[in-house]
Protein backbone atom coordinates (compact mmCIF):
# COMPACT_ATOMS: atom_id res chain seq x y z
CA UNK A 1 0.00 0.00 0.00
CA UNK A 2 1.17 3.73 -0.59
CA UNK A 3 2.07 5.54 2.52
CA UNK A 4 0.61 9.37 1.45
CA UNK A 5 2.22 10.87 4.45
CA UNK A 6 5.24 10.82 3.00
CA UNK A 7 6.10 12.90 0.07
CA UNK A 8 8.91 11.45 -0.66
CA UNK A 9 7.54 8.12 -1.86
CA UNK A 10 4.92 9.31 -3.84
CA UNK A 11 3.43 6.93 -6.58
CA UNK A 12 5.28 6.17 -10.32
CA UNK A 13 2.42 6.83 -12.65
CA UNK A 14 1.13 10.29 -12.95
CA UNK A 15 -2.44 8.65 -12.91
CA UNK A 16 -1.79 6.60 -10.18
CA UNK A 17 -3.28 7.74 -6.46
CA UNK A 18 -2.75 6.54 -2.86
CA UNK A 19 -5.17 4.95 -0.59
CA UNK A 20 -6.21 6.13 2.66
CA UNK A 21 -8.16 4.36 5.49
CA UNK A 22 -9.98 5.85 8.57
CA UNK A 23 -7.87 5.37 10.83
CA UNK A 24 -5.24 8.18 9.06
CA UNK A 25 -7.55 10.53 10.11
CA UNK A 26 -7.77 9.80 13.56
CA UNK A 27 -5.62 12.50 14.93
CA UNK A 28 -4.74 13.55 18.53
CA UNK A 29 -4.20 17.15 19.40
CA UNK A 30 -3.03 17.68 15.56
CA UNK A 31 -1.80 21.60 14.72
CA UNK A 32 -4.64 23.30 12.79
CA UNK A 33 -4.79 24.97 9.35
CA UNK A 34 -6.91 27.10 7.13
CA UNK A 35 -7.35 26.48 3.70
CA UNK A 36 -8.01 28.74 0.78
CA UNK A 37 -8.87 27.09 -2.71
CA UNK A 38 -9.18 29.35 -5.94
CA UNK A 39 -11.73 28.95 -8.77
CA UNK A 40 -11.35 27.25 -11.92
CA UNK A 41 -14.68 25.27 -12.94
CA UNK A 42 -13.43 21.82 -13.70
CA UNK A 43 -9.79 22.27 -12.44
CA UNK A 44 -11.27 21.90 -9.12
CA UNK A 45 -10.82 18.35 -9.62
CA UNK A 46 -7.22 18.46 -8.38
CA UNK A 47 -8.48 19.82 -4.97
CA UNK A 48 -9.82 16.44 -3.35
CA UNK A 49 -6.71 14.40 -2.45
CA UNK A 50 -5.10 17.62 -1.62
CA UNK A 51 -7.60 17.90 1.21
CA UNK A 52 -7.06 14.47 1.95
CA UNK A 53 -3.10 14.50 2.58
CA UNK A 54 -3.40 17.63 4.45
CA UNK A 55 -6.48 15.89 6.79
CA UNK A 56 -3.92 13.12 7.31
CA UNK A 57 -1.70 15.57 9.59
CA UNK A 58 -3.96 18.94 10.40
CA UNK A 59 -7.46 19.71 12.01
CA UNK A 60 -9.22 21.73 9.18
CA UNK A 61 -10.18 24.71 10.84
CA UNK A 62 -11.03 27.74 8.81
CA UNK A 63 -11.76 26.65 4.78
CA UNK A 64 -12.60 29.06 1.97
CA UNK A 65 -13.19 29.11 -2.11
CA UNK A 66 -14.36 30.57 -4.85
CA UNK A 67 -16.70 28.21 -7.54
CA UNK A 68 -15.07 25.00 -8.03
CA UNK A 69 -13.12 26.02 -4.81
CA UNK A 70 -15.97 26.39 -2.90
CA UNK A 71 -16.91 22.91 -3.93
CA UNK A 72 -14.20 21.49 -2.28
CA UNK A 73 -13.94 23.46 0.47
CA UNK A 74 -17.56 22.84 1.25
CA UNK A 75 -16.43 18.88 0.48
CA UNK A 76 -13.52 19.45 3.45
CA UNK A 77 -15.76 21.26 5.98
CA UNK A 78 -18.45 18.48 5.74
CA UNK A 79 -15.51 15.91 6.13
CA UNK A 80 -14.13 17.77 9.11
CA UNK A 81 -17.72 18.08 10.76
CA UNK A 82 -17.66 13.82 10.21
CA UNK A 83 -13.86 13.95 11.87
CA UNK A 84 -15.21 16.33 15.10
CA UNK A 85 -18.49 14.20 15.93
CA UNK A 86 -16.98 11.08 15.99
CA UNK A 87 -16.81 10.00 11.92
CA UNK A 88 -13.75 10.23 10.46
CA UNK A 89 -14.56 8.22 7.75
CA UNK A 90 -16.37 10.78 6.88
CA UNK A 91 -12.89 11.62 4.81
CA UNK A 92 -12.95 8.22 3.17
CA UNK A 93 -16.22 9.55 1.72
CA UNK A 94 -15.45 12.35 0.84
CA UNK A 95 -12.54 10.39 -1.51
CA UNK A 96 -15.31 8.22 -2.56
CA UNK A 97 -17.44 10.84 -4.59
CA UNK A 98 -14.53 12.41 -5.90
CA UNK A 99 -13.38 9.24 -7.25
CA UNK A 100 -16.64 8.93 -8.99
CA UNK A 101 -15.24 12.76 -10.98
CA UNK A 102 -13.63 10.97 -14.00
CA UNK A 103 -16.24 8.71 -15.21
CA UNK A 104 -19.36 11.37 -14.51
CA UNK A 105 -17.88 14.60 -14.66
CA UNK A 106 -19.47 15.62 -18.03
CA UNK A 107 -22.60 14.33 -17.05
CA UNK A 108 -23.31 16.20 -13.88
CA UNK A 109 -23.70 19.52 -16.64
CA UNK A 110 -27.03 19.01 -17.55
CA UNK A 111 -28.70 21.83 -19.80
CA UNK A 112 -32.46 22.77 -19.04
CA UNK A 113 -35.06 20.88 -21.47
CA UNK A 114 -35.68 23.92 -23.32
CA UNK A 115 -31.93 25.08 -23.72
CA UNK A 116 -30.72 21.51 -24.68
CA UNK A 117 -31.28 21.65 -28.55
CA UNK A 118 -28.92 24.77 -28.76
CA UNK A 119 -26.18 22.84 -26.41
CA UNK A 120 -26.12 19.72 -28.74
CA UNK A 121 -26.13 22.18 -31.79
CA UNK A 122 -23.04 23.37 -30.03
CA UNK A 123 -21.41 20.26 -29.19
CA UNK A 124 -21.85 18.93 -32.85
CA UNK A 125 -20.46 22.54 -34.34
CA UNK A 126 -17.08 21.50 -31.90
CA UNK A 127 -17.22 17.91 -32.73
CA UNK A 128 -16.79 19.25 -36.64
CA UNK A 129 -14.92 22.36 -35.60
CA UNK A 130 -12.40 21.74 -38.11
CA UNK A 131 -12.07 24.41 -40.89
CA UNK A 132 -10.48 22.41 -43.18
CA UNK A 133 -12.43 19.48 -42.38
CA UNK A 134 -15.94 21.96 -42.84
CA UNK A 135 -14.85 22.95 -46.04
CA UNK A 136 -13.95 19.81 -47.41
CA UNK A 137 -17.63 18.96 -46.58
CA UNK A 138 -19.29 21.71 -47.60
CA UNK A 139 -17.19 21.44 -50.91
CA UNK A 140 -18.54 17.58 -51.42
CA UNK A 141 -22.41 19.15 -50.77
CA UNK A 142 -21.60 22.00 -53.81
CA UNK A 143 -19.69 19.45 -56.07
CA UNK A 144 -22.00 16.38 -56.18
CA UNK A 145 -25.25 17.78 -57.16
CA UNK A 146 -23.40 20.35 -59.90
CA UNK A 147 -21.68 17.70 -61.57
CA UNK A 148 -24.89 15.62 -60.86
CA UNK A 149 -27.03 18.29 -62.80
CA UNK A 150 -24.61 20.05 -64.97
CA UNK A 151 -23.98 16.15 -66.55
CA UNK A 152 -28.03 15.70 -66.87
CA UNK A 153 -28.78 19.43 -68.40
CA UNK A 154 -25.83 19.16 -70.18
CA UNK A 155 -26.94 15.57 -71.93
CA UNK A 156 -30.14 16.61 -72.30
CA UNK A 157 -29.90 19.96 -73.54
CA UNK A 158 -27.34 18.34 -76.35
CA UNK A 159 -29.99 15.54 -77.48
CA UNK A 160 -32.60 18.61 -77.76
CA UNK A 161 -30.28 20.73 -80.12
CA UNK A 162 -26.72 19.49 -80.70
CA UNK A 163 -25.33 23.22 -80.44
CA UNK A 164 -21.87 24.04 -78.31
CA UNK A 165 -22.83 27.18 -77.08
CA UNK A 166 -26.22 26.10 -75.69
CA UNK A 167 -24.68 23.00 -73.88
CA UNK A 168 -21.92 24.34 -72.28
CA UNK A 169 -24.59 27.60 -71.36
CA UNK A 170 -26.91 24.47 -69.86
CA UNK A 171 -24.00 22.86 -68.33
CA UNK A 172 -23.03 25.86 -66.24
CA UNK A 173 -26.55 27.57 -65.23
CA UNK A 174 -27.69 24.08 -64.06
CA UNK A 175 -23.95 23.47 -62.17
CA UNK A 176 -24.27 26.77 -60.31
CA UNK A 177 -27.90 26.32 -59.67
CA UNK A 178 -27.63 22.78 -58.47
CA UNK A 179 -24.37 23.36 -56.51
CA UNK A 180 -26.24 26.79 -55.05
CA UNK A 181 -28.98 24.41 -53.58
CA UNK A 182 -26.70 21.31 -52.82
CA UNK A 183 -24.87 23.88 -50.49
CA UNK A 184 -28.13 25.83 -48.99
CA UNK A 185 -29.40 22.71 -48.29
CA UNK A 186 -26.12 21.72 -46.64
CA UNK A 187 -26.03 25.19 -44.58
CA UNK A 188 -29.78 24.58 -43.04
CA UNK A 189 -28.97 20.78 -42.37
CA UNK A 190 -25.66 21.25 -40.86
CA UNK A 191 -25.35 24.33 -39.30
CA UNK A 192 -28.93 26.40 -39.49
CA UNK A 193 -31.28 23.81 -38.19
CA UNK A 194 -29.56 22.10 -34.90
CA UNK A 195 -27.24 25.18 -34.03
CA UNK A 196 -28.55 28.66 -35.42
CA UNK A 197 -32.50 28.12 -34.85
CA UNK A 198 -31.59 26.85 -31.51
CA UNK A 199 -29.01 29.22 -30.41
CA UNK A 200 -31.39 32.49 -31.21
CA UNK A 201 -34.04 30.55 -29.59
CA UNK A 202 -31.78 30.12 -26.70
CA UNK A 203 -30.44 33.72 -26.24
CA UNK A 204 -34.47 35.00 -26.64
CA UNK A 205 -34.99 32.44 -23.14
CA UNK A 206 -31.82 33.35 -21.64
CA UNK A 207 -33.02 36.50 -19.24
CA UNK A 208 -36.07 34.34 -18.06
CA UNK A 209 -34.10 31.28 -17.12
CA UNK A 210 -31.88 33.91 -15.50
CA UNK A 211 -28.32 33.63 -18.05
CA UNK A 212 -27.55 29.99 -17.88
CA UNK A 213 -27.91 26.81 -19.52
CA UNK A 214 -27.65 24.21 -16.88
CA UNK A 215 -29.79 24.63 -13.23
CA UNK A 216 -27.78 22.33 -11.72
CA UNK A 217 -31.02 20.30 -11.07
CA UNK A 218 -31.05 16.99 -12.53
CA UNK A 219 -32.81 16.81 -16.34
CA UNK A 220 -35.77 14.83 -17.40
CA UNK A 221 -33.94 12.21 -19.27
CA UNK A 222 -30.76 11.60 -17.52
CA UNK A 223 -30.17 8.65 -15.38
CA UNK A 224 -27.13 10.41 -13.12
CA UNK A 225 -27.50 13.29 -10.57
CA UNK A 226 -26.59 16.69 -12.24
CA UNK A 227 -24.45 18.55 -10.28
CA UNK A 228 -26.26 20.35 -7.19
CA UNK A 229 -28.18 17.55 -6.72
CA UNK A 230 -24.57 15.13 -6.34
CA UNK A 231 -23.46 17.73 -4.55
CA UNK A 232 -26.48 18.01 -2.40
CA UNK A 233 -26.20 14.12 -1.87
CA UNK A 234 -21.99 14.09 -1.29
CA UNK A 235 -22.57 16.69 1.35
CA UNK A 236 -24.99 14.77 3.25
CA UNK A 237 -23.27 11.91 2.96
CA UNK A 238 -19.58 13.07 4.16
CA UNK A 239 -21.40 14.94 7.16
CA UNK A 240 -23.82 12.72 8.41
CA UNK A 241 -23.22 9.52 6.87
CA UNK A 242 -26.68 9.44 5.14
CA UNK A 243 -27.19 10.93 1.61
CA UNK A 244 -30.56 11.33 1.97
CA UNK A 245 -29.96 12.94 5.82
CA UNK A 246 -33.66 14.90 6.08
CA UNK A 247 -32.21 18.26 6.84
CA UNK A 248 -29.18 20.20 4.98
CA UNK A 249 -26.09 20.63 6.20
CA UNK A 250 -26.07 24.04 7.71
CA UNK A 251 -22.97 26.97 8.61
CA UNK A 252 -24.76 26.75 12.06
CA UNK A 253 -23.97 22.77 12.12
CA UNK A 254 -20.30 24.07 11.05
CA UNK A 255 -19.80 26.80 13.33
CA UNK A 256 -21.17 25.05 16.70
CA UNK A 257 -22.49 26.57 20.05
CA UNK A 258 -19.97 29.42 19.67
CA UNK A 259 -20.31 31.46 16.88
CA UNK A 260 -17.24 33.77 18.34
CA UNK A 261 -15.37 30.76 18.19
CA UNK A 262 -16.63 28.66 15.42
CA UNK A 263 -15.65 24.84 15.34
CA UNK A 264 -15.14 25.06 11.51
CA UNK A 265 -15.41 28.65 9.54
CA UNK A 266 -16.12 27.93 6.08
CA UNK A 267 -16.71 30.84 3.85
CA UNK A 268 -17.04 31.46 0.18
CA UNK A 269 -17.45 34.33 -2.46
CA UNK A 270 -20.05 34.75 -4.90
CA UNK A 271 -20.46 37.89 -7.23
CA UNK A 272 -23.97 40.55 -7.17
CA UNK A 273 -24.02 41.51 -10.92
CA UNK A 274 -26.63 43.89 -9.93
CA UNK A 275 -24.89 45.62 -7.59
CA UNK A 276 -21.29 45.10 -8.95
CA UNK A 277 -19.58 43.45 -5.84
CA UNK A 278 -18.74 39.98 -3.94
CA UNK A 279 -20.62 38.97 -0.88
CA UNK A 280 -18.59 36.61 1.36
CA UNK A 281 -21.34 33.70 2.57
CA UNK A 282 -22.69 32.78 4.58
CA UNK A 283 -23.08 36.69 5.73
CA UNK A 284 -24.71 38.45 2.58
CA UNK A 285 -24.49 41.80 4.27
CA UNK A 286 -27.65 42.94 3.02
CA UNK A 287 -31.53 42.67 3.39
CA UNK A 288 -32.96 40.31 0.59
CA UNK A 289 -35.16 37.49 -0.03
CA UNK A 290 -36.28 34.46 -2.28
CA UNK A 291 -38.89 33.24 -4.67
CA UNK A 292 -40.35 29.42 -3.69
CA UNK A 293 -41.07 29.23 -7.89
CA UNK A 294 -37.20 30.58 -8.55
CA UNK A 295 -35.34 28.68 -6.43
CA UNK A 296 -37.53 25.34 -7.10
CA UNK A 297 -36.01 25.29 -10.33
CA UNK A 298 -32.25 25.66 -8.22
CA UNK A 299 -32.43 23.39 -5.17
CA UNK A 300 -33.55 19.52 -4.52
CA UNK A 301 -37.23 19.17 -2.87
CA UNK A 302 -35.51 18.24 0.40
CA UNK A 303 -33.65 21.99 0.59
CA UNK A 304 -37.03 23.88 -0.58
CA UNK A 305 -38.90 22.01 2.33
CA UNK A 306 -36.12 23.35 4.79
CA UNK A 307 -36.30 26.59 3.62
CA UNK A 308 -39.93 26.51 3.05
CA UNK A 309 -40.41 25.52 7.14
CA UNK A 310 -37.15 27.95 8.33
CA UNK A 311 -37.42 31.19 7.03
CA UNK A 312 -39.77 33.97 7.69
CA UNK A 313 -42.24 35.90 4.75
CA UNK A 314 -41.15 38.96 3.75
CA UNK A 315 -44.12 41.06 5.15
CA UNK A 316 -42.79 43.97 2.58
CA UNK A 317 -42.69 41.86 -0.32
CA UNK A 318 -45.35 38.79 0.21
CA UNK A 319 -43.83 37.05 -2.45
CA UNK A 320 -40.71 36.60 -1.39
CA UNK A 321 -39.30 34.89 1.77
CA UNK A 322 -36.17 36.58 3.65
CA UNK A 323 -32.83 35.16 3.27
CA UNK A 324 -31.82 32.64 5.79
CA UNK A 325 -29.67 33.96 8.48
CA UNK A 326 -26.11 33.24 8.69
CA UNK A 327 -26.80 29.40 10.93
CA UNK A 328 -29.75 28.54 9.08
CA UNK A 329 -28.57 28.88 5.81
CA UNK A 330 -27.92 25.66 3.96
CA UNK A 331 -24.35 25.20 2.63
CA UNK A 332 -25.66 23.56 -0.40
CA UNK A 333 -27.63 27.16 -1.64
CA UNK A 334 -23.94 29.14 -0.48
CA UNK A 335 -21.76 26.76 -2.81
CA UNK A 336 -24.66 26.71 -5.44
CA UNK A 337 -24.29 30.65 -5.49
CA UNK A 338 -20.68 30.56 -5.65
CA UNK A 339 -20.28 28.20 -8.64
CA UNK A 340 -22.84 29.89 -11.12
CA UNK A 341 -20.15 30.52 -13.70
CA UNK A 342 -21.58 32.74 -16.24
CA UNK A 343 -24.06 30.64 -18.64
CA UNK A 344 -23.02 27.97 -18.07
CA UNK A 345 -24.79 27.97 -14.66
CA UNK A 346 -28.01 30.17 -13.89
CA UNK A 347 -27.63 33.18 -11.98
CA UNK A 348 -28.96 32.40 -8.52
CA UNK A 349 -32.21 35.31 -8.56
CA UNK A 350 -32.71 37.20 -5.30
CA UNK A 351 -34.80 40.47 -4.38
CA UNK A 352 -34.02 43.39 -2.52
CA UNK A 353 -34.85 46.38 -1.73
CA UNK A 354 -33.21 49.38 -3.49
CA UNK A 355 -32.79 51.71 -0.36
CA UNK A 356 -30.16 53.69 -2.53
CA UNK A 357 -33.09 54.68 -5.12
CA UNK A 358 -34.79 56.46 -2.63
CA UNK A 359 -31.66 57.98 -1.04
CA UNK A 360 -31.21 59.35 -4.74
CA UNK A 361 -34.34 60.74 -5.60
CA UNK A 362 -34.22 62.47 -2.02
CA UNK A 363 -30.77 63.85 -2.86
CA UNK A 364 -31.50 64.65 -6.18
CA UNK A 365 -35.23 66.41 -5.16
CA UNK A 366 -37.30 63.49 -7.28
CA UNK A 367 -40.62 62.20 -5.67
CA UNK A 368 -40.32 59.21 -2.91
CA UNK A 369 -39.33 56.14 -4.98
CA UNK A 370 -39.53 52.54 -3.00
CA UNK A 371 -38.74 49.82 -5.39
CA UNK A 372 -37.78 45.85 -4.98
CA UNK A 373 -35.79 44.54 -7.25
CA UNK A 374 -34.65 41.44 -8.82
CA UNK A 375 -30.35 40.77 -8.00
CA UNK A 376 -28.22 38.37 -9.69
CA UNK A 377 -25.43 35.95 -7.72
CA UNK A 378 -23.27 34.80 -9.86
CA UNK A 379 -19.73 33.11 -10.05
CA UNK A 380 -17.53 34.08 -7.15
CA UNK A 381 -14.42 34.36 -9.65
CA UNK A 382 -15.61 37.02 -10.95
CA UNK A 383 -15.17 39.93 -8.19
CA UNK A 384 -12.71 37.40 -6.27
CA UNK A 385 -11.58 33.76 -7.32
CA UNK A 386 -8.20 33.34 -5.18
CA UNK A 387 -9.86 35.03 -1.65
CA UNK A 388 -6.38 34.12 0.00
CA UNK A 389 -6.50 37.38 2.70
CA UNK A 390 -10.54 35.51 3.91
CA UNK A 391 -9.62 34.16 7.17
CA UNK A 392 -5.80 36.66 7.90
CA UNK A 393 -5.05 38.07 10.99
CA UNK A 394 -2.47 40.98 11.43
CA UNK A 395 0.11 37.88 12.44
CA UNK A 396 -0.60 34.56 11.85
CA UNK A 397 -1.83 31.76 14.45
CA UNK A 398 -1.95 28.78 12.40
CA UNK A 399 -0.73 28.13 8.59
CA UNK A 400 -3.08 29.11 5.37
CA UNK A 401 -2.49 26.71 2.93
CA UNK A 402 -3.61 28.19 -0.41
CA UNK A 403 -3.79 27.04 -3.69
CA UNK A 404 -3.31 28.37 -7.01
CA UNK A 405 -4.23 27.05 -10.90
CA UNK A 406 -1.83 28.32 -13.10
CA UNK A 407 -1.38 27.71 -16.82
CA UNK A 408 1.73 26.22 -17.63
CA UNK A 409 3.30 27.77 -20.81
CA UNK A 410 6.84 25.55 -21.15
CA UNK A 411 8.12 21.85 -22.08
CA UNK A 412 10.11 19.51 -20.26
CA UNK A 413 8.74 19.83 -16.44
CA UNK A 414 10.19 17.85 -14.33
CA UNK A 415 7.33 18.52 -11.98
CA UNK A 416 3.71 21.03 -12.27
CA UNK A 417 3.27 21.16 -8.74
CA UNK A 418 5.81 24.10 -6.88
CA UNK A 419 5.67 25.82 -3.67
CA UNK A 420 8.20 28.93 -3.26
CA UNK A 421 11.31 27.91 -1.33
CA UNK A 422 13.24 31.05 -1.16
CA UNK A 423 12.27 34.18 -0.89
CA UNK A 424 12.48 35.29 -4.18
CA UNK A 425 10.54 32.53 -5.31
CA UNK A 426 7.00 33.69 -6.48
CA UNK A 427 7.57 37.35 -6.70
CA UNK A 428 6.84 37.36 -10.78
CA UNK A 429 4.16 36.91 -12.94
CA UNK A 430 4.21 34.71 -16.17
CA UNK A 431 4.15 36.68 -19.29
CA UNK A 432 1.42 35.70 -22.05
CA UNK A 433 1.59 36.37 -24.95
CA UNK A 434 -1.61 37.44 -26.95
CA UNK A 435 -1.79 35.49 -29.97
CA UNK A 436 -5.68 36.38 -31.49
CA UNK A 437 -8.34 38.02 -30.72
CA UNK A 438 -9.61 35.08 -28.79
CA UNK A 439 -6.79 35.70 -26.30
CA UNK A 440 -6.95 39.31 -26.34
CA UNK A 441 -10.53 39.38 -25.01
CA UNK A 442 -9.92 36.64 -22.42
CA UNK A 443 -7.07 38.75 -20.90
CA UNK A 444 -8.81 41.82 -21.32
CA UNK A 445 -11.58 39.61 -18.83
CA UNK A 446 -8.78 37.98 -16.94
CA UNK A 447 -6.80 41.55 -15.83
CA UNK A 448 -9.98 43.23 -14.82
CA UNK A 449 -11.25 39.98 -12.31
CA UNK A 450 -7.61 38.81 -11.44
CA UNK A 451 -5.24 41.79 -10.93
CA UNK A 452 -6.00 42.11 -7.09
CA UNK A 453 -5.88 38.11 -6.15
CA UNK A 454 -2.76 38.18 -8.30
CA UNK A 455 -0.70 41.28 -6.70
CA UNK A 456 -2.03 40.15 -3.47
CA UNK A 457 -0.25 36.79 -4.48
CA UNK A 458 2.76 37.98 -4.79
CA UNK A 459 3.77 39.35 -1.78
CA UNK A 460 5.96 38.60 0.62
CA UNK A 461 4.20 37.18 3.74
CA UNK A 462 1.62 35.32 0.91
CA UNK A 463 3.43 33.81 -1.83
CA UNK A 464 5.42 31.59 0.67
CA UNK A 465 2.01 29.90 1.30
CA UNK A 466 0.62 29.31 -1.95
CA UNK A 467 1.31 26.11 -3.65
CA UNK A 468 1.03 26.76 -7.81
CA UNK A 469 -0.65 24.11 -9.92
CA UNK A 470 0.41 24.19 -13.44
CA UNK A 471 -2.43 22.96 -15.74
CA UNK A 472 -2.26 22.89 -20.00
CA UNK A 473 -4.79 23.99 -22.43
CA UNK A 474 -6.83 20.63 -22.36
CA UNK A 475 -7.01 20.24 -18.76
CA UNK A 476 -9.82 21.55 -15.99
CA UNK A 477 -11.42 25.07 -16.98
CA UNK A 478 -14.04 24.50 -19.60
CA UNK A 479 -12.53 21.09 -21.02
CA UNK A 480 -15.69 19.29 -19.65
CA UNK A 481 -15.20 16.41 -21.73
CA UNK A 482 -11.84 15.25 -20.34
CA UNK A 483 -10.81 12.00 -20.47
CA UNK A 484 -10.16 9.68 -17.25
CA UNK A 485 -6.63 9.88 -16.92
CA UNK A 486 -6.52 13.10 -17.67
CA UNK A 487 -8.93 13.60 -14.43
CA UNK A 488 -6.85 11.06 -12.57
CA UNK A 489 -4.04 13.12 -13.19
CA UNK A 490 -5.01 16.39 -12.05
CA UNK A 491 -6.60 14.32 -9.36
CA UNK A 492 -2.96 13.53 -8.69
CA UNK A 493 -1.50 16.72 -9.25
CA UNK A 494 -3.78 17.64 -6.20
CA UNK A 495 -2.20 15.03 -4.22
CA UNK A 496 1.22 16.38 -4.81
CA UNK A 497 0.60 19.80 -4.07
CA UNK A 498 -1.26 18.12 -0.44
CA UNK A 499 2.14 16.69 -0.04
CA UNK A 500 3.95 20.25 -0.01
CA UNK A 501 1.90 21.37 2.64
CA UNK A 502 2.56 18.12 5.17
CA UNK A 503 6.18 17.53 4.08
CA UNK A 504 9.25 18.23 6.29
CA UNK A 505 10.81 21.56 5.59
CA UNK A 506 14.27 19.48 4.73
CA UNK A 507 12.17 17.77 2.35
CA UNK A 508 11.25 21.10 0.47
CA UNK A 509 7.85 21.15 2.57
CA UNK A 510 5.99 24.44 4.01
CA UNK A 511 8.23 26.18 6.68
CA UNK A 512 5.31 27.85 9.02
CA UNK A 513 7.99 29.11 11.36
CA UNK A 514 9.49 31.25 8.37
CA UNK A 515 6.46 32.47 7.34
CA UNK A 516 5.36 34.13 10.45
CA UNK A 517 8.92 36.02 10.14
CA UNK A 518 8.21 37.17 6.72
CA UNK A 519 4.54 38.39 8.00
CA UNK A 520 5.98 40.29 11.54
CA UNK A 521 8.49 41.81 8.73
CA UNK A 522 5.78 43.06 6.62
CA UNK A 523 3.36 44.12 9.52
CA UNK A 524 6.30 46.37 11.01
CA UNK A 525 7.05 47.93 7.81
CA UNK A 526 3.29 49.08 7.62
CA UNK A 527 2.97 49.62 10.91
CA UNK A 528 5.99 51.99 11.32
CA UNK A 529 5.16 53.92 7.38
CA UNK A 530 1.87 54.68 8.50
CA UNK A 531 2.95 55.90 12.35
CA UNK A 532 5.22 58.04 10.40
CA UNK A 533 2.67 59.27 8.34
CA UNK A 534 0.01 59.84 10.62
CA UNK A 535 2.85 62.04 13.07
CA UNK A 536 3.27 64.12 9.63
CA UNK A 537 -0.70 64.53 9.35
CA UNK A 538 -1.17 65.45 13.21
CA UNK A 539 1.20 67.47 13.84
CA UNK A 540 0.73 69.42 10.82
CA UNK A 541 -2.97 69.83 11.27
CA UNK A 542 -5.64 67.64 12.43
CA UNK A 543 -3.69 68.68 16.60
CA UNK A 544 -4.56 71.92 16.14
CA UNK A 545 -8.46 71.05 13.84
CA UNK A 546 -9.48 68.22 16.58
CA UNK A 547 -9.92 69.89 19.98
CA UNK A 548 -11.64 72.76 17.85
CA UNK A 549 -14.26 70.77 16.01
CA UNK A 550 -14.45 67.56 18.31
CA UNK A 551 -17.29 69.27 21.24
CA UNK A 552 -19.89 70.41 17.83
CA UNK A 553 -19.53 67.14 15.90
CA UNK A 554 -22.89 66.66 13.70
CA UNK A 555 -22.88 62.39 13.00
CA UNK A 556 -21.99 59.41 15.21
CA UNK A 557 -23.12 61.46 18.48
CA UNK A 558 -22.82 58.58 20.29
CA UNK A 559 -19.37 58.77 20.99
CA UNK A 560 -18.96 60.67 23.76
CA UNK A 561 -17.37 63.88 24.31
CA UNK A 562 -15.08 61.59 26.75
CA UNK A 563 -14.46 59.41 24.33
CA UNK A 564 -13.38 61.83 21.63
CA UNK A 565 -10.85 63.16 23.74
CA UNK A 566 -9.58 59.87 24.93
CA UNK A 567 -9.00 59.29 21.08
CA UNK A 568 -6.91 62.46 20.92
CA UNK A 569 -5.01 61.32 23.72
CA UNK A 570 -4.31 57.51 22.94
CA UNK A 571 -3.21 58.90 19.21
CA UNK A 572 -1.22 61.61 21.20
CA UNK A 573 0.60 59.32 22.89
CA UNK A 574 1.22 56.43 20.71
CA UNK A 575 2.92 58.89 18.27
CA UNK A 576 4.91 60.20 21.52
CA UNK A 577 6.10 56.75 22.17
CA UNK A 578 7.51 56.36 18.24
CA UNK A 579 9.60 59.90 18.96
CA UNK A 580 11.02 58.69 22.32
CA UNK A 581 14.41 56.97 22.89
CA UNK A 582 12.81 54.26 23.64
CA UNK A 583 11.46 53.43 20.15
CA UNK A 584 14.69 52.09 18.41
CA UNK A 585 15.04 53.27 14.87
CA UNK A 586 15.86 50.43 12.32
CA UNK A 587 18.94 51.72 10.39
CA UNK A 588 18.45 51.23 6.60
CA UNK A 589 15.44 49.76 7.15
CA UNK A 590 13.82 49.79 3.69
CA UNK A 591 16.63 48.64 2.02
CA UNK A 592 16.67 45.65 4.43
CA UNK A 593 13.09 44.85 4.72
CA UNK A 594 10.77 42.96 1.92
CA UNK A 595 9.81 44.84 -1.27
CA UNK A 596 7.17 43.48 -2.19
CA UNK A 597 5.37 44.49 0.96
CA UNK A 598 1.79 45.88 -0.29
CA UNK A 599 -0.01 48.43 1.47
CA UNK A 600 -2.12 49.01 4.73
CA UNK A 601 -4.86 50.89 3.88
CA UNK A 602 -9.04 50.52 4.41
CA UNK A 603 -10.55 48.58 1.71
CA UNK A 604 -14.24 47.16 1.86
CA UNK A 605 -15.18 44.32 4.11
CA UNK A 606 -17.33 41.79 1.88
Request: hydrophobic share 40%; with cysteine.
Amino acid sequence: MLEPNNATQLPKKETELPEFNAEQFELQAPPECDMIMKGGITSGIVYPYAILQIATKFRLRSLGGTSAGAIAAAFAAAAEYARQNGRPEGFIILKHYCDQLPEKLLSLFQPSESLKPAVDGIKAALRTGDFKLLVRRAGLNILIPAVLASVVCGLGSYLIRPDLYTTVLAVLLSGILAGAAGLGSWIKRTILTPLLIPVAKALKELPDANFGFCTGLTQPGNSSEGLTNWIHLALQHIAFGDPNYPTPLTFGDLRGQDPAGPQIDLKVVTTNLSMKRPHTLPKLGMLAGFRMDEWDKLFPASVMTYLSEGTEPWKELPSARLFPSEDKLPVLVAVRMSLSFPLLFTAVPLMAKDTELTSIATTLGAPPVEAFRKVHLSDGGISSNFPIHMFDAPLPTRPTFAFSLEDLTLDGAATRVALPQSARDGMGVQIKEIQGLADFARQILNAAKDWQDQLLSEITGQRERIVRIFLNKAEGGLNLNMSKSTSRQLMRLGYEAGCKFTDTVENGGFDFDEHKWRRLLVLYKHLDDNLEAIDRVWSADFKRWYPAYAPAVKTYRNVTLGDREAIAGNLARLLEVRKSERYATISRRDAKFPKKAGTLKVGPKY
